[in-house]
């Protein structure tokens, strides 16, 4: 299965964020384990970089985080045909859209966050982090 982890889903793990840190390290573990493939945008690595860094004021720290995205996760490209979708698109939050367009342009299966009323009407599936994973361990 191919899923986009929202960037919030990120960042609870990096920042370590209750309650939601267990289940956003579940997922990175089953993405690290291939039990499924992840993605991500590439406007989410400037997000985290920009989020942990002011969060931690660790310069490292944001570093890491990227880093360790790079490593675990496949990156959607944003570019001007993405940026057109997410523009044109009913969503009223542009971040939400653009992730949107992404998912939707590499055919993934889902879109894993912590809003699923950001995606209403969206044509793929919205899940939360604990959805996805009892779904995951009903499958195993």
């Known amino acids: 299965m191919r899923v ?3 960037t919030n889903i990120m960042l609870d793990s990096f920042l370590e964020r209750e309650p939601f840190v267990r289940d956003a390290k579940a997922l990175l573990e089953a993405i690290q384990s291939q039990r499924i ?3 991500v945008t590439a406007t989410t690595l400037t997000d985290i970089f920009y989020i942990v860094r002011r969060q931690t004021r660790s310069l490292e720290r944001a570093k890491r985080a990227v ?3 790079l490593t675990l996760m ?3 490209t944003v570019d001007r045909s993405i940026l057109e979708a997410a523009i ?3 969503l009223p939050d542009f971040e939400d859209a ?3 367009a992404c998912a939707i342009s590499e ?3 889902a879109i894993i966050t912590r809003d699923p009323k950001g995606f209403a009407g969206a044509t793929v599936a919205i ?3 604990s959805e996805f994973l009892f779904r995951l361990s009903s499958d195993s």
């Open 37 to 39: 493939e992840g993605y």
């Open 67 to 69: 880093s360790t995205t």
């Open 4 to 6: 986009l982890l929202d």
């Open 88 to 90: 044109s698109s009913s």
């Open 74 to 76: 496949q990156v959607c």
């Open 98 to 100: 653009v992730q949107l």
């Open 107 to 109: 055919n993934l299966n």
């Open 127 to 129: 899940l939360s982090a």
